[in-house]
């Protein structure tokens, strides 16, 4: 009785001790195979090289170290060739394998090692050379590091016209650097090209790819390049293999390319592969920069738990003083982004800034850094209730505000507003929030916009103004469109998403006071249509085409360009007077209906016309017999909302509790509506957050569970214009997947059940199923084209993406991903998705799309799936109740609750709760 689920391990594993299986290509350096031995290729991963050159062959360094990471259990099972010795202490088991410290003895031509573990031992050897020392370069060297860049170039320079070869590539990449440090981007983007040929030439592998992934930075940071930088990252790929930490370079800078193209799975996906490599390679400097990136890419998407945990972990690796206080000072900001998203404290920022600081203060840390710990010190001291401290941080603050970015002045105004409010100075509040929404206009800064006016409706209803603060709530909806589907794509997202649920609670508390539950209502709709759009499309840009990933590279790269012109533009507006500054953003539009018209050239890659809308006309209407059901927090507990098509009754539910018997529940969420649910044949329910992982099906209600007196569905919210997928008439042919990994037994008696009472429903067209070896990803393309059904039974899979990606299991290896359902041009009308966790939603205050829901998005009218790891003799029997041919004419909500309380009377002791119906 297997759980049809391959969830591949833990989310700490994957991110932090482990490699990340599905996600993460832990590809290693591998030894030919010696064909006259019987030895097999052991998978290692080393550093420590002055250069790796073609063979792959090594040149030590002068300490004559290397660090070697071996895929093995145990020190005892690794043996090492002599003129190599392991550095005594230096062994800890990382990841599931050894890493240790060889000293290398001089003349050694080569280092090797075999794995006795196992039938057969496994061996790996490298190549080894000599470093000879080039005095110029050394003190070319010298003088870069002592900031005597001038010298270093001359020196560098008139050695150029006499080299050639290998030092002629040195030189040229120890220039390039030079002219970077000193801000000459282009001669140090032509010095980078000459110096990557060169290496090429020369066979210098690793020297190749440090300059090529120095140029990719520079091609993106510098000036938005990124098509550019895709090529070059792209024409190394090949040769990183052969170095391991040619390799974690290659995957940190992809990260970042990522990154700024807004495509959050692969960002997660390089970033965490990086930070695995770097601990492995025992790169801790490396390894702090990447687990840092990964932890903010969590923190932005607003997956705080998982953000804090990231860090933790690292933080009990990691004891130099800089990289640590990088470290603390992220995991501040993520408790902080959990405060302001109106999550409860997991840990005590403010101590975690303290920390930070100190190390920064002692360091002389980079003003920039200083200047946004001084601003975070005073947000935690404002969410601490302190009234003096904020007052103080930000007087810190001041005198750094010229070295300040955009976002960070931006985000100065704000707390200064906060501050004035915390002391009942409303005026001054609201003249500054009213100057930063001016500055933000000016600038074309979508989020800090939608924060001025959800800031100034913070002010009049702290003052009891419920009316003005509600009209600045309304302008700031026009702008959160906006925002929230360009976000993704800049700076300060993490900001807006935390901030954002907190101003709907507001919203949500304001409208109901004023005796308008229609309109709460439909602004937690809305709230809940941004949430799909927003993931819709991280799963349409996962599954893009590389011709279409390319364009969107481009496009994204045409709108970081405008992007950053502009905010260099409005880098100074902060100082001039409120008029001027009105006058500029006169002038700036023309700018900003570039922005629009570039970014929306990206946005239809992934989110073409008949995409998810936002609401409005095109919204669903409850029918007759229908009664929606939706819940939404508010600031101090969660509403509830009964719309039967004829009026809208909010009720106040309370707070949730953690651990709630099923009894409790029905009490607080269904009993404040019993009236109005017994009149209706036919409950949808529109959950959100914690709630859609309540099984309302299953509460208590008249004496039995809901399903035993209702149909109940969970509802997408979808507008009626949705799907926008062609479908195949139906009845039509079926299509059913039944066990294509080969270990489901009970799978047999599902096949048995459905195919004769399918055939009758398909007006005598034949069904297809495929088992086994069969049920090929080809295969199912081809027959989604005109299958009106699709019948699912067997394993799905996580992985780990930015967007959390679940796959159906098919054969041999091949898989139906989310972005690979988003991707058809059609699917079938009903799905049935009978395996582990296909309706799963990831956490709990954390928005996603599980497979079912997926489905729905494309197209599908109705999908049946399973919350939890579902037992193969539950399936089984839910299939043979669905499919036992009584129901020809029966709806699928009508056929899901005569199932359902079919497997009620046969198995009561059985998960029939974790199933449900998701329909649009």
Not at 182 to 192: M, N, R, S, V
Not at 462 to 487: F, N, P, T
Request: proline residues 5%; aromatic residues 6%; positive net charge.
């Amino acid at each position: 009785m297997g759980c049809r689920s391959l969830r591949h391990n833990s989310f700490v594993s994957i991110a932090i001790l482990g490699c990340w299986i599905g996600a993460i290509g832990c590809g290693c350096q591998r030894a030919e195979r010696d064909t006259a031995t019987l030895f097999q290729p052991a998978s290692v991963e080393y550093a420590g090289c002055a250069v790796v050159s073609l063979g792959p062959t090594c040149t030590l360094k002068p300490d004559r170290k290397l660090t070697l990471w071996v895929d093995t259990g145990a020190m005892e099972h690794i043996e090492l060739a002599p003129g190599a010795k392991i550095v005594e202490g230096s062994g800890a088991l990382v990841q599931l394998g050894q890493r240790f410290a060889v000293v290398v003895s001089p003349g050694t031509k080569q280092i090797s090692l075999v794995v006795n573990e196992g039938e057969q031992p496994r061996r790996w050897q490298l190549a080894l050379a000599e470093t000879k020392p080039v005095t110029w370069l050394d003190r070319a060297a010298e003088l870069q590091s002592e900031g005597k860049f001038a010298d270093a170039s001359r020196l560098l320079n008139e050695k150029l016209p006499t080299l050639s070869g290998v030092q002629l590539g040195r030189a040229l990449s120890r220039l390039a650097r030079i002219e970077l440090r000193q801000g000459k981007i282009p001669e140090a983007e032509a010095l980078f090209k000459r110096s990557i040929a060169q290496h090429d030439k020369t066979g210098r592998i690793s020297a190749q790819i440090e300059d090529a992934t120095a140029l990719a930075h520079t091609y993106m940071t510098r000036n938005g390049r990124f098509v550019e930088a895709e090529l070059t990252l792209s024409a190394i790929e090949k040769k990183a293999e052969l170095y391991s930490l040619a390799r974690l370079f290659l995957l940190n800078s992809q990260g970042g390319l990522a990154r700024f193209v807004g495509d959050v799975g692969r960002e997660i996906d390089r970033f965490a592969a990086s930070a695995n490599l770097a601990l492995r390679l025992d790169q801790t400097r490396i390894y702090c920069i990447c687990i840092r990136e990964l932890a903010l890419t969590y923190a932005r998407l607003g997956r705080y738990a998982e953000a804090e945990e990231i860090l933790r972990q690292a933080l009990k690796r990691v004891e130099t003083p800089y990289p640590r206080a990088r470290l603390l000072h992220a995991q501040a900001w993520t408790g902080l982004l959990r405060l302001e998203a109106g999550q409860q404290k997991s840990s005590d920022p403010a101590s975690r800034l303290r920390e930070a600081l100190a190390i920064y203060e002692k360091l002389n840390a980079p003003a920039t850094l200083r200047f946004n710990l001084y601003l975070d010190l005073a947000l935690a001291a404002l969410h601490a209730g302190d009234k003096a401290q904020p007052i103080a941080w930000l007087a810190r603050a001041e005198p750094l505000m010229d070295k300040a970015d955009l976002y960070g002045r931006f985000w100065a105004v704000d707390l200064n507003a906060r501050v004035a409010m915390q002391q009942g100075k409303y005026l001054s509040a609201l003249t500054a929030y009213r100057n930063l929404e001016q500055l933000a206009e000016a600038a074309y800064t979508p989020q800090y916009i939608w924060r001025a006016l959800v800031g100034q409706a913070e002010v009049w209803a702290a003052q009891g103004r419920s009316d003005r603060a509600l009209a600045c709530l309304q302008r700031a909806v026009g702008q959160l469109d906006e925002a929230a589907h360009r976000i993704p794509l800049g700076e300060g997202r993490s900001f807006f998403v935390a901030q954002k649920e907190r101003a709907a609670r507001l919203h949500v508390e304001l409208l109901i006071g004023k005796g308008d539950p229609a309109g709460a209502m439909r602004l937690a709709r809305h709230a809940r249509a941004q949430v799909m759009r927003s993931l819709f499309d991280a799963h349409r840009l996962v599954g893009l085409t590389p011709s279409k990933r390319s364009k969107w590279t481009a496009s994204l790269e045409r709108y970081w360009r405008i992007r950053r012109d502009l905010e260099q533009e409005a880098a100074n507006d902060w100082q001039l007077p409120a008029d001027e500054v009105g006058q500029i953003k006169e002038r700036r539009k023309l700018v900003r209906q570039q922005l629009l018209r570039e970014l929306n050239h990206a946005l239809e890659l992934i989110a073409p016309d008949e995409g998810i809308e936002l609401g409005g006309a095109n919204w669903r209407k409850p029918r007759p017999n229908e009664l929606w059901l939706l819940y939404y927090p508010g600031l101090n507990g969660w509403f509830g909302f009964a719309d039967d098509g004829r009026q809208i009754v909010a009720r106040p539910v309370g707070p949730l509790a953690e651990g709630a018997v099923p009894s409790a529940l029905s009490e607080q969420l269904l009993a404040p509506f019993e009236s109005v649910i017994a009149a209706k044949e036919k409950i949808v329910v529109l959950g959100y957050g914690a709630l859609n992982h309540v099984d309302f099906h299953a509460l208590p209600f008249g004496g039995g569970p809901l399903i035993a007196a209702k149909q109940v569905v969970y509802s997408l919210d979808l507008p009626s214009t949705q799907p926008p997928t062609t479908h195949a008439p139906s009845p039509g042919p079926a299509l059913f997947v039944i066990n294509p990994t080969g270990d489901l037994p009970q799978s047999e008696r599902e096949i048995a059940q459905i195919s004769p009472a399918q055939r009758a429903q398909s007006g005598g067209r034949p069904s297809t199923v495929l088992t086994g070896s069969r049920a090929t990803a080809e295969a199912l393309h081809h027959h989604f084209k005109n299958a009106s059904s699709f019948h699912f039974s067997g394993h799905t899979a996580t992985e780990h993406t930015g967007v959390w990606q679940r796959v159906l299991q098919l054969t041999q290896g091949d898989r139906l991903s989310q972005g690979d359902i988003l991707a058809l041009n059609r699917v079938p009308e009903k799905i049935v998705l009978l395996g582990c966790e296909t309706g799963r939603l990831e956490g709990i205050n954390v928005p996603s799309l599980a497979l079912g829901q997926t489905f729905i998005v494309a197209g599908s009218k109705s999908a049946i799936v399973a919350t939890r790891p579902l037992a193969d003799r539950t399936a089984a029997l839910f299939s043979s109740l669905y499919y036992d041919g009584s129901s020809t004419n029966q709806t699928t909500e009508a056929r899901m609750r005569r199932s359902l309380n079919g497997m009620i009377k046969r198995a009561p002791k059985s998960d029939w709760s974790a199933l449900r119906l998701v329909v649009p």
